[in-house]
């Protein structure tokens, strides 16, 4: 590379940087998560065997998750590492807490669906 000193001075030099690398690891944060199951009329029978089901609705619910699934910088810059974290951290994990508890909320609408029509049906059985 050609250097400038004054008007009339070129000579060669060399442009040295530190440096700059990064790796990274996924996280998995899971701060908070809920759920349950309802059944409205349990039977439980003790004649020749345990025999337990349910005569009405059951109704599985998620109520919620909140954490996420994020990449993390891993850098030899003191601090970087945790100042990139947390923005990656509050980027990401809104989004997924949103959507694993949507995701959760259908699995339980279809676990109470299933639910319902094979605890009916084995209290007839």
Not at 98 to 111: C, M, N, R
């Amino acid at each position: 590379m050609l250097c400038t000193h004054g008007i009339f001075k070129i000579r060669k030099c060399w442009w040295e940087s530190p440096e700059i690398s990064f790796g990274y690891h996924i996280h998995l944060d899971v701060w908070f998560a809920s759920g349950g199951v309802v059944m409205t009329q349990p039977v439980v029978l003790l004649h020749d065997g345990i025999k337990i089901c349910n005569r009405g609705i059951v109704s599985a619910t998620a109520l919620g998750t909140l954490g996420g699934y994020t990449p993390q910088i891993d850098t030899p810059i003191p601090g970087a590492d945790a100042i990139v974290n947390t923005i990656l951290r509050t980027q990401f994990e809104p989004f997924e807490s949103v959507t694993a508890s949507a995701i959760a909320g259908g699995v339980g609408w279809l676990a109470s669906g299933i639910a319902t029509i094979f605890g009916n049906a084995r209290c007839i059985i």
